[in-house]
C-alpha cells in the first residue's frame, strides 16, 4: 500500500519517501482482504500529515500515531492535491530536500507536491496502470466528474468533516475494483473442476429435450380418459388419423403430430412448456463453452470478467428469466414487462466496466419476478420449493463450502427446478387446449 521512491542527495547518503498511495493500489494482487488494505492506507497517511512527510535520522523516535480524524484529512488533503496539481515535473523534481532547523528531520516532498496533471490523471484510473484519465471511456466519464467535484469541494475546506467525503470517495473506488478481481479470484478452479462445471449443466438440457420429445408432459388420466371413448372426437381428426402415417406431413393441419422418430409426441407441446426448456436449452451452450474452453486458461480477474463468453453465459441467465416469466404466468403482457427488464439486465452486462455485486443483484430480481405468478395463484408449495432450491444455490455459489466442486455442485441443485416448472406450466389456463388436442390425437391413434 505504500511505495518507497528513492532521492539522493550528492555527498550525503540516500534517503527513502514513502508515499501514501490512495488511489493506485495494484488491483491484480488479492492476498489481503480489503480491511486489511484500506487500513494500510490509513496507517500510511497517519505517518505523513499535510503535502509533507518527514523521514528521521537514525537515533531519533518516530512521531506518535495520529487520530482517526486526522488520519481521514490527511488522506483527503493528498488526495484532493494529487488531483488538482499544476506543477510541472522538472526543476522542482530536482531540489533537494529542504533541512528542518533542528538538523536531525529531512522534510521531504511527497509525490502529490510533484506530480503533474498526468499524475492526477493515472489516481483517477486506478483500474488501469499507466493509463491517463483522459483515454478512460464513456463509463468511467461519471468516476471522473465525481472525482473532481469531490477535490473541489475539499480544497474549500480543510476540516476533518470536508474530508471525509474524498476518503469515502477514494475507499469506494478502491474497493470497486477490488471486488471484481477478488470475486473473480476467490473462485479460481482446476481445469477439472471448471470441466466439470460444463458437464453439470448438461442433465437439465437432456431433460427438458426428452420431456418435449417423449410425450412426458401429457397427464396419464387425460390420455386414458380420451382412450375409453369419454370424449368428443371430430370426425375429420378421425379421418385423419385413419391415413397412413408416412403420407402424413409431420405436423397436419389439425395439429396432430405424425413422426416415427417420436411416436409418442402426438401434437406440439404447449407454448409455456415450450417456453421453459427454450430458457434452459438457449443459455446452456454459452455456459458451457465458457467453462469449458476458457475459464481455466484466462487468468483470474478482470481478463475473465471481461471475456466474451462469460459476458454471454451471464447475460442468457436472463434470457432464461424471460422465458420463464411466460412458463410461470401464460401471459404476454407479463411476459413483455419481464423481457423489458431482463434486456437492460443484458445491456449492462457488456458495458465496459463489470459489476458483479449489482449483476448478482439484477438476476436475483429477476428470478423473484417469474415465481411472483406462482405465488399469485395460491401455489404456496410449488413457491416453497422453488425457494428452497434457490436458497441452497445461492448458498453454494455464494460461501463455496466445498471449494472448487461448488460451482458443479450449485449446477446440479438447480437442475431440479425445470422439472418444477414445465410441470407446472401443464396447469395454467394457456396450456389447456394444446394438452387437450394432444390427447384427442393420441386416441385416435387407439
Not at 442468457?316 to 411476459?335: C, E, K, N, P
Request: a positive charge.
Amino acid at each position: 500500500c505504500v511505495r518507497s521512491v528513492p532521492h539522493r542527495r550528492p555527498g550525503r547518503r540516500s534517503v527513502s519517501m514513502v508515499t501514501p498511495l490512495v488511489a493506485r493500489l495494484p488491483v491484480h494482487q488479492f492476498d489481503r482482504s480489503e480491511s486489511v488494505q484500506l487500513e494500510m492506507i490509513e496507517q500510511g497517511a497517519g505517518r505523513h500529515g499535510g503535502l509533507r512527510g518527514t523521514m528521521s535520522s537514525p537515533g531519533t523516535e518516530r512521531a506518535p500515531q495520529r487520530t482517526s480524524a486526522q488520519i481521514n484529512s490527511n488522506i483527503a488533503f493528498a488526495s484532493s492535491s494529487a488531483l488538482t496539481s499544476q506543477v510541472e515535473i522538472g526543476s522542482e523534481r530536482d531540489k533537494p530536500p529542504a533541512l528542518s532547523s533542528s538538523g536531525n528531520e529531512e522534510t521531504l516532498p511527497l509525490a502529490a507536491d510533484r506530480s503533474s496533471t498526468h499524475e492526477a490523471g493515472m489516481l483517477l484510473s486506478p483500474r488501469f496502470p499507466g493509463r491517463h484519465a483522459t483515454d478512460c471511456s464513456k463509463d468511467d466519464d461519471e468516476d471522473l466528474n465525481i472525482s473532481k467535484a469531490a477535490s473541489s469541494d475539499t480544497s474549500a475546506s480543510s476540516s476533518p468533516e470536508s474530508g471525509d467525503s474524498l476518503v469515502t470517495f477514494a475507499k469506494s473506488q478502491l474497493i470497486s475494483d477490488v471486488d471484481v478481481a477478488a470475486y473473480m479470484a476467490g473462485r479460481e478452479m482446476t481445469p477439472l473442476q471448471e470441466r466439470m462445471n460444463a458437464i453439470t449443466i448438461v442433465p437439465s438440457v437432456v431433460f427438458c429435450l426428452y420431456f418435449l420429445v417423449s410425450g412426458a408432459w401429457l397427464s396419464k388420466s387425460l390420455l386414458m380418459k380420451y382412450a375409453d371413448g369419454n370424449n368428443d372426437v371430430p370426425p375429420t381428426l378421425t379421418h385423419a388419423a385413419a391415413a397412413d402415417t408416412l403420407d402424413m406431413p409431420f405436423i397436419d393441419t389439425y395439429g396432430c403430430v405424425h413422426s416415427s422418430w417420436f411416436p409418442n409426441l402426438y401434437a406440439l407441446p404447449p407454448l409455456p412448456v415450450l417456453a421453459a426448456a427454450f430458457g434452459i436449452i438457449v443459455q446452456a451452450p454459452f455456459s458451457i463453452i465458457y467453462h469449458w474452453k476458457y475459464a481455466h486458461r484466462l487468468p483470474p480477474g478482470f481478463a475473465r470478467t471481461d471475456h466474451w463468453s462469460r459476458r454471454m453465459d451471464q447475460a442468457m441467465i436472463h434470457v432464461t428469466s424471460a422465458s420463464m416469466s411466460y412458463a410461470t404466468s401464460g401471459r404476454l403482457d407479463f411476459f413483455l414487462a419481464n423481457a423489458l427488464f431482463n434486456l437492460d439486465c443484458m445491456f449492462r452486462q457488456f458495458k465496459k466496466r463489470v459489476r458483479p455485486r449489482a449483476n448478482k443483484i439484477r438476476i436475483g430480481i429477476s428470478v423473484l419476478a417469474y415465481t411472483i405468478p406462482v405465488l399469485r395463484r395460491g401455489d404456496i408449495l410449488l413457491f416453497s420449493k422453488l425457494w428452497c432450491n434457490f436458497a441452497i444455490c445461492g448458498w453454494l455459489f455464494a460461501k463455496y463450502p466445498i471449494g472448487g466442486w461448488s460451482h458443479s455442485a450449485f449446477h446440479l441443485v438447480i437442475a431440479f427446478v425445470p422439472p418444477l416448472l414445465m410441470t407446472a406450466a401443464l396447469e395454467l389456463p394457456a396450456s389447456q387446449d394444446q394438452v387437450q388436442l394432444a390427447a384427442k390425437c393420441f386416441a385416435m391413434r387407439g
